[in-house]
């Protein structure tokens, strides 16, 4: 009952979701059209709007804070000399961190081919283990999982993610796009994103896991006086 | 543990609302009589909203202010769409 009440919620938030964001794409659908017709303020307002989210893309996609800077204004100048071919199809932002994800692929496949040629070494779903929930991690509150320390755990668990699912995982959990629309966004199909994802989410379940596990150990062995 | 497994397979799918009302309702019976999956879920979901909620977007006001002058400097020297 418990799960059925919680997946109501989340339909509920999803549908509330819906409709916020049918609304903000019909706003940026008539920014661009001012931009269009020569209103360079309304592109400053486009920019304004949308420099945090691709910057923290682009952060998370190449990691390389020095590069991050150059590939954010090699994207929003993209934009601006694309935005004539904006059918809208798809809403402004999917189009956007399209251009995103371009740009940074394009950089690291010619500076650090590696990291995208051996993306997927988490290998394929079913070999996924089960790893059973610590019960430290679920009974933790969430301002303490959302705590400067716990943020920077959370961060560095997404970080040592392969590329490509770190990417998903960034687009579909922090960003907010559907299934949908990261598929356009990575040029994938569906079925390859749901398995990144899947993966992805559970890896970072399981270092939270580990880490929140490990964490209240060491508080026990403080508490109790005892050291290593 | 390998039928939990199967269940926990399909945990990131049924928070996607991705799989069909039977296999929901198969899920969902399991959870109410699992209770390590149901751990497993917990944490799951625990994990997205943290996704939502913990990763900053914050660009430094540096940054912000080379973005600005960067795209002006280009862009006023060509009109939009060229």
Known sequence: MV???????????SLRVSADRVEIMDEDREIVARVVDGDYD????????????????????????????????????????????????????????????????????????EVVEFSDEIGNRSDIHFV???????????????????????????????????????LRDVEGFSLEEVSRIMESSIPAVKSRLHRARHSVREALNAYYAERNTSSKRSASGHHD | ???????????????????????????????????????????LKTTLQLCREGVSEEVPQEVQARLKTFLRQHCHNQECGE
Not at chain 1, 48 to 75: A, F
Not at chain 1, 84 to 91: D, I, K, L, Q, R
Not at chain 1, 142 to 159: T, V
């Open chain 1, 3 to 13: 799960k059925r009440a919680a997946l109501h919620l989340l339909t509920c938030s």
């Open chain 1, 42 to 113: 309304a592109f400053e307002m486009l920019v304004e709007k949308y420099q945090g989210r691709i910057y923290r893309h682009l952060r998370k996609m190449v990691h390389d804070n020095s590069q991050v800077e150059d590939l954010l204004q090699e994207t929003f100048l993209s934009a601006y000399r694309g935005l004539h071919g904006f059918a809208g199809s798809s809403s402004f932002a999917t189009w956007l961190f399209r251009i995103a994800t371009n740009t940074a692929l394009m950089f690291l496949r010619k500076n650090h081919p």
């Open chain 1, 132 to 170: 059973p929930a610590s019960p430290e991690f679920i009974s933790t509150p969430l301002d303490m999982l959302l705590s400067q320390e716990g943020k920077r755990k959370l961060e560095r668990a997404i970080d040592s993610l392969p590329f490509m699912y770190r990417t998903v995982l960034v």
């Open chain 2, 1 to 43: 543990m390998t039928r939990c497994k199967e269940f926990c397979d399909r945990l990131s799918d049924y928070l996607d609302g991705e799989i069909g009302k039977n296999e929901c309702i198969l899920i969902e019976e399991h959870l109410d009589v699992c209770p390590p999956c149901a751990g497993v879920f917990e944490a």
